[in-house]
């Protein structure tokens, strides 16, 4: 029997029960709600020691003729893309099946015609336009490997990401609207290109209308490109293990990890949780804010729901613009019924009251939902009462870029729910918690390292270029289990709350931040000797960042603040810019050299009574004086 929807906690714990005892009959009844040119002559091979995971081996597809052709016939004239813009007075674009083939296929026609082919890497840096989700799908039409550079990162950050995975064409845009302001894309893609000589194309759509400059022999307006090319371009017959997409994410050191995504597995899996958590009915309108630069927005704007025939709504802007009720006009304009965002914006909008929401019709919601970062039992409830009017569920869903779908979630009015837990695993996730020795604890109610005992069929393969690093990350902390970074507890009934993450991963408002490649940044400056970057709770952000530094000469001031913010911001972008910047004599250190993160973490947070023994620091006066200039 099928599992694909999952109606009642009965179904949900048959469905859990199946999935475990007998994994490859589960998944296999769960891939043959999908359009397949051949069908897969194993379900799972895998060796987490290597690791390696092979899911539907043998099985050929395309996951474009499964989100958008097999659709055509019943749904070709719904919806499939609601694309509201930035500015609310230009109006909502309704881009329907039909549509979305036709310019998918052109936009695939587009890149073969620049000689792009199976297996090749684009690199898409735009903004949340039609085109970057014709983007993505065009890649897959004709079995191209995407990576989405969130358009929020650097020239340098997008230089190395291009670089990591030898791109050879960028699609961009004349600029992008974000609230009042204007970003100039292309001039960022200009610059990064200087670092990046094995770039052929850039394809530049026209969004802001802005005079840019374009290199001849290798800038095109892609509109005029567009206009030319055919509405019907034969889908590429991938196998199940091709890669589909690489996104990178950051590590807690050395530079970003370019997680390889491949197809089978994850249209099975991403679709399978679209369906379930947010229970999306034929006629419903689903929303997630996220943007497509992050893998909430592959998995939970592009691909999950177009592969249930959805219709997905893609917001340009941000939700201050041009008010602070700018999400609940566009709940209460479209009728969303179920609505996907992040901690990080639920706090900043109750922080401007609840006369925003007040003042529209949100009774369309039927599934409000969480991701991103642990979210605080106030938030939850604002949102749970100001949004949701205590009528709809909130889905509080775990996971990360590396697993390509949600892990641990309450379905929608089935399961459980409780403010700040995740609660449970879907369907073939088997979630353990480790104690310190390295072994798994047996007794219900815990807390420990959060690991995977079992691979599920939308697990990234690899880090693109680096294998070992794959396997030294993520399965060498403990034995042949998938270790996530996160910590987390398990209650009495064995609902799992995530604790935040047990490594040197920061989140700031929803976004992964590795402190080793801000550290590196910093420490660029010709005036700073050494850095250490940590985390502090902050009212919105979730966390902040403080950073302590040395300087080789002198005093700090303002103005070497706003350098090394400035720095920070041209090598990874504005969202790592450090809140609070100490200028110290010296760091604290093991005896072997290591800063000891831990003690400057207890003070950037004010927890100075418990800082446990210094004594065998290697320069245990330093903490005096640091915790004497702490800046509150
Ligand atoms: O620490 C967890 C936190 O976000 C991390 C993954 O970040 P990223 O790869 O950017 O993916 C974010 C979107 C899928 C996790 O290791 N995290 C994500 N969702 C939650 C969460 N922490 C607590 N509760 C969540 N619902």
Not at 299 to 318: D, H, K, Q
Not at 448 to 475: E, M, Q, V
Not at 515 to 543: C, L, Q, R, W, Y
Request: some cysteine.
């Amino acid at each position: 029997m099928s599992h694909y929807h999952i109606t009642s906690k009965e179904q949900y714990k048959q469905a859990y029960q199946e999935s475990v005892e007998n994994p490859e009959e589960f998944w296999s009844s769960i891939a043959e709600n999908f359009q397949w040119n051949k069908k897969w002559d194993t379900v799972l091979n895998f060796d987490f020691s290597k690791p390696e995971i092979n899911w539907f081996q043998g099985a050929k597809l395309n996951i474009t003729e499964n989100c958008i052709d097999r659709h055509l016939f019943e749904r070709g004239n719904k919806t499939a893309l609601l694309f509201e813009p930035n500015n609310p007075s230009e109006g909502a674009e309704h881009i329907t099946y039909q549509q979305l083939h036709d310019r998918v296929c052109k936009m695939a026609n587009v890149l073969k015609n620049q000689g792009i082919k199976k297996g090749d890497r684009v690199c898409l840096y735009l903004p949340m336009i039609p085109e970057l989700a014709i983007s993505v799908l065009a890649c897959a039409r004709i079995g191209a490997i995407h990576t989405v550079v969130f358009a929020g990162f650097s020239a340098s950050a997008l230089a190395a990401r291009i670089l990591d995975c030898d791109c050879t064409l960028v699609i961009t845009s004349d600029g992008a609207f974000r609230g009042s302001k204007t970003i100039d894309l292309k001039g960022i893609v200009d610059k990064a290109l200087k670092d990046c000589p094995d770039v052929k194309t850039i394809l530049v759509a026209k969004r802001i209308y802005a005079e840019i400059t374009l290199t001849e022999g290798r800038d095109y307006w892609l509109q005029p490109l567009l206009d030319k090319a055919e509405t019907i371009c034969k889908p590429e017959v991938m196998d199940a293990e091709d890669p589909l997409f690489i996104l990178y994410t950051s590590g807690s050191t050395g530079k970003p990890k370019g997680m390889v995504h491949t197809t089978a597995g994850y249209m099975v899996y991403s679709a399978f949780t679209f369906k379930n958590v947010f229970q999306y009915e034929e006629e419903d309108v689903y929303w997630c804010t996220a943007d497509i630069g992050w893998i909430t927005g592959h998995s939970y704007i592009v691909y999950g729901p177009l592969a249930n025939g959805a219709t997905s709504v893609m917001f340009e802007g941000v939700p201050s613009h041009p008010d602070y009720g700018r999400f609940w006009d566009i709940v209460e304009k479209h009728k969303v019924n179920q609505f996907y965002t992040a901690p990080t914006a639920i706090r900043a909008l109750a922080k401007q009251g609840a006369k925003w929401p007040k003042s529209y019709d949100l009774s369309s919601l039927k599934v409000l939902g969480t991701v991103g970062e642990p979210i605080n039992e106030e938030a939850w409830h604002w949102y749970d009462e100001q949004i949701g009017k205590g009528n709809c569920p909130i889905v509080d869903t775990w996971w990360q870029t590396e697993n390509g779908g949600i892990l641990i979630t309450s379905l929608p009015g089935i399961t459980r729910q409780i403010p700040t837990y995740a609660t449970l695993p879907m369907p073939g996730i088997q979630p353990c918690l480790m104690d310190e020795k390295g072994e798994e604890i047996t007794t219900t109610e815990a807390s420990g390292k959060l690991c995977i005992k079992f691979p599920w069929p939308s697990i990234a393969r690899t880090i693109w270029g680096n294998h070992d690093r794959y396997r030294d990350t993520y399965f060498s902390a403990f034995k042949n289990k998938y270790f996530t970074g996160d910590g987390a507890l398990r209650n009495a009934e064995g609902l799992y709350r995530i604790t935040g993450r047990v490594d040197d991963v920061i989140i700031v408002s929803g976004h992964n931040l590795g402190t080793a490649p801000i550290e590196d940044a910093i420490d660029e400056h010709p005036n700073v000797s050494e850095s250490a970057i940590v985390g502090f709770p902050h009212d919105i952000k979730g966390n902040a960042l403080y950073g302590f530094v040395t300087l080789v000469d002198g005093e700090g001031s303002e103005k070497l603040k706003k350098e090394i913010n400035n720095l920070i911001s041209e090598k990874i972008g504005p969202i790592a810019k450090l809140d609070k910047i100490q200028f110290t004599e010296g760091l604290p250190k093991t005896r072997s050299g290591k800063i000891m993160r831990r003690i400057l973490r207890k003070i950037a947070s004010n927890e100075t009574d418990s800082l446990g023994d210094i004594s065998t620091l290697l320069n245990p006066e330093v903490v005096e004086n640091i915790i004497k200039e702490r800046l509150s």
